[in-house]
């Protein structure tokens, strides 16, 4: 498929770039969508929650009451979890979420996600361009004048500090390269934009 190169005022250049079939024009695997996603949230997760058991609780350790006789359950020790104050039976521990996902599942996953904006007709691509200095006004009329809307995900093929730094702030905007783009990031913009490098930057990666 084809699609029109704009520049960065949302004209056409009179370019068009073609998109691999291979990789923008795949079935959608669901599957592998949703365990690479999964993958992504879980690595956000810092897993340091944490609750104290018995061991690990301040308090006596005399035995509160005889043993027997008492009419009740038996009891040994205050910082025992059915009393209040007393430690928590298999709380929380400090864990890592993140799991190990094959390379060829998370390459299946990001051919699905691109596939699937392309056919809902959301990706749009951009000549290659860099500010002069970081500008948040002239970042919002290029993604204004591109038709990028209120939530993008724009790719560069290489980190461009003034870009970056020009969009970082402006909230459901995000700017990535094409080494650090995941299936979460494209699912979840509305818009697409793909700098002209970047289009065969990802489809030598995917391919």
């Known amino acids: 498929m084809e699609l029109v190169v704009l520049d960065k005022a949302g004209k056409d250049t009179g370019r ?9 024009g795949v079935e959608l695997k669901e599957h592998a969508v949703y365990l690479d996603v999964k993958n992504f949230l879980a ?3 810092q897993g340091t929650h944490k609750s104290k058991e018995r061991a690990e609780i301040s308090g006596s350790t005399r035995k509160i009451k005889r043993q027997k006789g008492t009419g009740t359950a ?3 020790s205050i910082k025992s979890p059915v009393f ?3 430690g928590r039976i298999f709380g929380p521990e400090p864990r890592n979420y993140g799991f190990k996902l094959n390379k060829k599942t998370k390459i299946a996953a990001r051919k699905s996600a691109l596939s699937a904006k392309l056919k809902e007709d959301n990706i749009i691509v951009v000549e290659d361009f860099s500010f002069d200095a970081p500008k948040t006004k002239m970042f919002l009329d290029f993604a204004k004048n591109i038709g990028a809307g209120e939530k993008a995900l724009i790719v560069t093929k290489e980190r461009d500090n003034n870009l970056y730094l020009s969009g970082r702030n402006i909230q459901k905007m995000e700017i990535t390269t094409v080494n ?9 913009a509305k818009k697409v934009v793909l700098f002209e490098t970047s289009v065969s930057e990802i489809e030598n990666i995917l391919s």
């Open 16 to 24: 068009k770039v073609t998109l691999n079939d291979s990789v923008f």
């Open 43 to 45: 690595n956000q997760r």
């Open 74 to 76: 038996r009891a040994g």
């Open 84 to 86: 209040r104050g007393g």
């Open 180 to 188: 650090d783009m995941n299936t979460y990031a494209v699912l979840n």
